[in-house]
């Protein structure tokens, strides 16, 4: 008998490996087409990745994997840990799949992809109008596929759970609530503060190969592994992960504003650390990646702003800039610097957003989606709720569409739930970083020293290593003892600005 | 009855393009793999690289294949010439691979990857003794598989028809024959000559950087459509056509030796522009490639020799060389430049041959190759072989067997039959040019300005656009009216080496 289920549990493994190649392939000709693939053969690359995808998906769904999801199901004790959490996640992805008709389906796919180009058309024009009719179809379809999923408590849960399982409408009206409550008002005490500081020596000229050098070695000193990955230019970075051998990283240079590519691929190398230290033995599995949107978040963010936007990260790292830039940093001192590379200010676009004003643009995005799916708002009324909510929140109203509603992309490819992830990635970063002061007491020396590897190492040890074998919460739980919990993130933000913009 | 066929003809034609979009994917990653892909990557990335291979393997002779052949043969009349040719690639193709038993196949394949990497080590230890064993093992492999597949006329006819169809040892001896016949007196006349060129300033200093910027600026010229590819680095040069959309060319900067990159890059784009002017509507069948090996060859050798180590060619881009070099031609003219870069001298390994001997070491190995597969030549007799064929043809004999029997890595890798498309492709080269000019007479001229469009033109009209719809054969008879034919070759040889060496 467990011979029997030896036998299946290898041919189980060998079928998720074949899928996972496919998965590998695709994610070279994704990098590829985003690092200089020449424009003519782009067409016929899409049929290609048409073709694989659709491979993955058919084996996903296939009478194979169903009967593999049966024999297996009742033999949690036979199995490895790795395959168990594996079968799982293939059973995940099965249902979710099969339970929508495959015609709706398919008409689905068809609807993405008509509402992403008309969705870029009626951003240009600033005309909500154009794409209304078909962010209307997503939400319906979106509806009813809630209804073939089913929910648990809220509708919008079920959402929520493609992106982050365990995180519901409950944790987040909570933990955004309190978010909201605190910023708001910091928010407006800086914007009366009469220490703003000085930024206009951050526009001058940088040399595009001297910021991909100075980028280079703060990649370097963060531990990104160079033999397991390259750096490359793109038009909107990212970072992908192959197999942990082989995580790319791109960046964007702008020869005006350094700041663009410097965060840009400090954030990315976060995204890229997580994937260089998933575990080998995870390899040819879906487990080999991370194991949510918010965790995966939670790294890039930890990177960017606790790292790469802390001062004795720039006690460390200021000289080493001044020696790459053209003279620009030579009469500013290390403070006036560090002040002005944590400016904030209340801004329309989410993606322009500072540290600080970032949540409220998310929780903005989570109070739609809520009321959407919900059926408390329509998408007729979206340009009127954004405008109002922005004023509320933020003090700053858009001057038309383009600027407000139809800045993001996430919608028109029917992405609804998505949002969420980029908060709770920030909040999750503050709740581990307490944790991991407690064994790391002098986390801002080791910053001074250039000495990051032990942080590396401790995200490798509490993080990376597990990939998809820990769900987020239990992440969290395992590392911090308690759940979300809004209370870290609002401290750090308080502690920084007050001090930023010398409050009180 | 053709309703049936219609149907049968779309699924095959389908089946087709599942497999072509296996091997782009494939193609890219081989690319991938040979212009930066992270170290740590490539165990994995080669997994990958198997599966995607074996589904190909598997696609190609599976049974529902010999039902598409089965089914489709006799309607030759009811298909489009694409499908029929298309049937018969897949028809050669399936079976070559279905006469060898699997298991035997699958030694064979393990052979091979031994025996290459053994061959690595044997050439560093200029140790033949080490790789013997396995050159027999693959020999007499080889020498069964014949068996399996069957000859006409020749045992080493069915291997020469795998790289380049129709070609035979019958015409290979009188062509082969004559050219060398002519060479080697000619070779012996050089090596008495008074008239040397002088190549000391070849070799000075020459800025990678700028050494691409002549390289870009000259494949500008040749027509290359940079929407259509792009120039990277590597160590083995190549071009490879994902699709005739995506032609990317590589090349590799020798700082003391400009002729590396320059003559490399435009041998790598005269492949380039074959494949990124067959017809767009092959694209999804075998048929979208070159036609041959040595088809291909003709391509490449006609713009590095006919073009590139043409003087009319450097008339117009000298100054153009000189704007890019550090100073290197200044004091140099135009003449001692043409000489210096034409310079022939007897030499031992075949990739660093000239024009003009070249085609002796590509005979020297055809001879070899017959022999062997005629039972004339035994594995363990080969060091001695190759040196006095080299000390024959050439006058040169290596002091060991790296620079010697040991040189290239086509045996290890199991692939008899493939040397001879070199030198069929120098002379399918040579015969089109004759052919060529009687379209445009001014072809010097042509080059003098720069004008290298017609040339392009000329060729994608009468070879590029048919990919495999034409056999080599075919493509030389149908431009030239004749078969394979050594004149125009010898011809060319001589005229430009009596003009280099000042010969009578």
Redesign the interface.
């Known amino acids: 008998m467990s011979n029997q289920i030896d036998k299946i549990e290898n041919e189980f493994l060998e079928y998720v490996?074949?899928m996972e190649?496919?998965n590998?392939?695709l994610s070279?000709?994704y990098w590829?087409l985003r690092t200089?693939?020449?424009?003519?053969?782009?067409?016929?690359?899409s049929?290609?990745i048409g073709?694989?995808s659709s491979d993955v998906f058919k084996m996903s769904t296939s009478n194979e994997m169903a009967d593999y999801i049966e024999q297996l199901s009742g033999s949690k004790d036979d199995l490895s840990e790795k395959t168990w959490k594996t079968l799982e996640e293939c059973k995940k992805e099965y249902d979710r799949n099969k339970k929508i008709p495959a015609e709706e389906y398919k008409e689905f796919v068809i609807l993405q992809s008509k509402a992403e180009s008309i969705w870029e058309e009626a951003k240009e024009k600033a005309d909500f109008s154009l794409f209304r009719p078909y962010l209307e179809k997503l939400v319906e379809t979106t509806k009813r596929f809630i209804g073939y999923w089913g929910y648990d408590g809220n509708k919008y849960n079920t959402l929520l759970d493609m992106y982050e399982p365990g995180i519901t409408v409950e944790v987040l009206d909570r933990v955004f609530g309190e978010l909201r409550e605190k910023i708001v008002p910091l928010v407006q005490q800086i914007s009366e503060s009469a220490n703003k500081p000085e930024t206009t020596f951050l526009f001058e000229h940088f040399p595009k190969n001297k910021q991909r050098d100075f980028s280079l070695a703060i990649l370097e000193q963060m531990g990104y592994?160079?033999?397991?990955?390259?750096l490359d230019e793109t038009v909107h970075p990212f970072a992908i992960g192959?197999?942990?051998?082989?995580?790319?990283v791109t960046t964007k240079y702008d020869e005006s504003d350094f700041r663009t590519a410097v965060f840009g691929t400090i954030h990315e190398g976060g995204h890229a650390l997580y994937e260089q230290n998933i575990s080998q033995d995870l390899?040819?599995t879906p487990l080999c990646d991370g194991t949510s949107m918010g965790i995966h978040e939670s790294q890039s963010l930890f990177y960017e702003n606790f790292v790469g936007r802390n001062q004795s990260f720039w006690k460390k790292n200021y000289d080493l800039l001044k020696e790459y830039a053209s003279g620009q940093f030579d009469e500013i001192s290390l403070e006036d610097f560090y002040r002005a590379i944590n400016e904030s200010k209340p801004s329309l676009i989410r993606i322009e957003a500072d540290e600080l004003t970032y949540p409220l643009h998310i929780i903005i995005r989570y109070e739609i989606e809520k009321g959407i799916f919900n059926d408390e708002i329509e998408v007729k009324d979206l340009p009127q709720v954004w405008k109002d909510k922005y004023e509320k929140y933020l003090g700053v109203k858009p001057e038309n569409d383009a600027q407000g509603v139809l800045q993001d992309v996430h919608w028109s490819g029917g992405s609804f739930g998505y949002f969420p992830s980029y908060a709770l990635g920030y909040m999750y970063a503050a709740q581990l970083k307490n944790a991991m002061q407690k064994d790391l007491p002098h986390y801002d020396q080791l910053l001074e020293e250039g000495n990051l590897l032990p942080i590396k190492e401790w995200f490798t040890e509490n993080v990376h290593k597990y990939g998809k074998l820990k769900k987020p919460l239990d992440i969290l739980n395992d590392v911090t003892g308690e759940g979300l919990n809004a209370e870290f993130l609002i401290k750090y933000l308080y502690d920084k600005y007050i001090n930023v913009y010398k409050l009180q």
Not at 225 to 230: E, I, L, Q, T, V
Request: aromatic share 6%; proline share 5%; glycine share 14%.
């Open positions: 490996k074949k190649s496919y590998e392939a070279l000709m590829d200089g693939a020449p424009k003519q053969g782009i067409e016929q690359r049929e290609v073709m694989l592994n160079f033999n397991a990955g390259r192959l197999n942990p051998g082989d995580v790319r390899i040819g």
